[in-house]
């Protein structure tokens, strides 16, 4: 089982930024699509961003582009999100994911569906 170990939350002041990491135990990571969630206490989970393997395509959902940017370092087992202009919105639990699709379509790559592995969570709380 692979194990994702999410850092990086925090309280900030909207307006403020945060870098959300996430650590994969395995070197398998460069194979996978990585993306990540986010669930406010008693709503769905929310795809945020995600990026594929190989050419790190990447999207980003609609609430959060322009804001919102996920890259991947392979050769450190790693998954990021950075955060700009935070507003109260965003406050959330987000979760990093790993799928053991390479490749999904754009269609799915916010799909919590297509992702196997899931981390414990980091929380980001954002003040107005």
């Known amino acids: 089982q692979v194990q994702l170990v999410e850092s990086g939350g925090g309280s900030v002041q909207a307006g403020g930024s945060l870098r959300l990491s996430c650590v994969v135990s395995e070197d398998s990571c460069s194979r996978k699509s990585m993306a990540w969630f986010r669930q406010l206490l008693g709503k769905e989970r929310e795809g945020v961003a995600a990026?594929?393997?190989?050419?790190?395509?990447?999207v980003v959902a609609d609430s959060v582009k322009g804001r919102f940017t996920i890259s991947r370092d392979n050769a450190r087992n790693s998954v990021y999100q950075q955060m700009n202009s935070l507003n109260p919105e965003a406050t959330a639990m987000y979760y990093c994911?790993?799928?053991?699709?390479?490749?999904?379509?754009?269609?799915?790559?916010?799909?919590?569906?297509?992702?196997?592995?899931w981390g414990q969570g980091t929380q980001v709380t954002v003040s107005s």
């Open positions: 990026i594929s393997s190989g050419v790190m395509f990447t």
């Open positions: 994911a790993a799928s053991d699709f390479q490749y999904l379509s754009s269609l799915y790559m916010l799909d919590s569906g297509k992702y196997n592995s």
